[in-house]
Antibody, heavy 122, light 107 residues
Framework: EVQLVESGGGLIQPGGSLRLSCAGS????????LNWVRQAPGKGLEWVAS????????YYGNSVKGRFAISRDNSKNTLFLQMDSLRAEDTALYFC???????????????WGQGTLVTVSS | DIQVTQSPSSLSASVGDSVTITCRAS??????LNWYQQKPGKAPNLLIS???SLVGGVPSRFSGSGSGTDFTLTISSLQPEDFATYYC?????????FGQGTRLEIK
C-alpha cells in the first residue's frame, strides 16, 4: 500500500525557516516525481514544487521561488521542503503527492499524504 | 503562466441529479487536464486524468471531456458520497495550476 506521511509543520514567526519531510513507502520511491501542494485554510489547492526522480530537476511555483527548496533522499525514501523567509501568506496545509507514473513529465498526482500544517504568525 | 478558470464556484443538487462543472484554460493545453475530488479534512483524490481517462476504482458515473481550452466534468446520478469540492488542474507545462474549485452541495 502506498503511503506518504508528512511531518515538520508548526507555528513559526514571519521571516523564519521550517523544513518539512515526507516519508514514502509501498512504491519504488526513487522512480517517481514527487511534489508539494498546499492549501491555505478554507482556500483552494496551490502547487508548490516538484522534483524529478533523481533529484536533479526541480520546479517551483512563482510565489515560493527563491525562498523554498525541494529535495529528496532516495536512500531514506524521504522528500523534503526547506522553507525560508516565511510569510503569513505561506500559512497552509502542505501535502506531498506522488506523480502517477514513472514518466518524468507526469504531473498527475495519484497518492497524497494527509498534510502537515504550517502557521506563520507572530 | 497558464491559468485555469473553473465554474461554477458552487453548485447545489439533489441525489440522482446530473451535474456538469466547467474548466477553461487561458491557452490550449491539449488534453492535459485532470480532475480531483476533495472531501472536508481529506487529501484530494484523482478522478480523471488527461481530460477523459477515468482513474481505476472511480465510479463510471464520473466522466470528463474536452480538449484545447474547454473541459467538463460530469457526474451523472449523484450519490450522497459525491458531495465534495472538485478541482481541475492543468498538467501541460510548468508551472502547474489548479482551478479555484467547485463546491458541490446537497440541495
Amino acid at each position: 500500500e502506498v503511503q506518504l506521511v508528512e511531518s515538520g509543520g508548526g507555528l513559526i514567526q514571519p521571516g523564519g525557516s521550517l523544513r518539512l519531510s515526507c516519508a514514502g513507502s509501498g512504491f519504488s520511491f526513487n522512480n517517481y516525481v514527487l511534489n508539494w501542494v498546499r492549501q491555505a485554510p478554507g482556500k483552494g489547492l496551490e502547487w508548490v514544487a516538484s522534483i524529478g526522480d533523481s533529484g536533479g530537476t526541480t520546479y517551483y511555483g512563482n510565489s515560493v521561488k527563491g525562498r523554498f527548496a525541494i529535495s529528496r533522499d532516495n536512500s531514506k525514501n524521504t522528500l523534503f521542503l526547506q522553507m525560508d523567509s516565511l510569510r503569513a501568506e505561506d500559512t497552509a496545509l502542505y501535502f506531498c503527492a506522488k506523480s502517477r507514473s514513472t514518466n518524468q513529465a507526469d504531473k498527475n498526482f495519484d497518492y497524497w499524504g494527509q498534510g502537515t500544517l504550517v502557521t506563520v504568525s507572530s | 503562466d497558464i491559468q485555469v478558470t473553473q465554474s461554477p464556484s458552487s453548485l447545489s443538487a439533489s441525489v440522482g441529479d446530473s451535474v456538469t462543472i466547467t474548466c477553461r484554460a487561458s491557452q490550449s493545453i491539449r488534453t492535459n487536464l485532470n480532475w480531483y475530488q476533495q472531501k472536508p479534512g481529506k487529501a484530494p483524490n484523482l478522478l480523471i486524468s488527461d481530460a477523459s481517462s477515468l482513474v481505476g476504482g472511480v465510479p463510471s458515473r464520473f466522466s470528463g471531456s474536452g480538449s484545447g481550452t474547454d473541459f467538463t466534468l460530469t457526474i451523472s446520478s449523484l450519490q450522497p458520497e459525491d458531495f465534495a469540492t472538485y478541482y481541475c488542474q492543468h498538467s501541460y507545462i510548468m508551472p502547474i495550476t489548479f482551478g479555484q474549485g467547485t463546491r458541490l452541495e446537497i440541495k
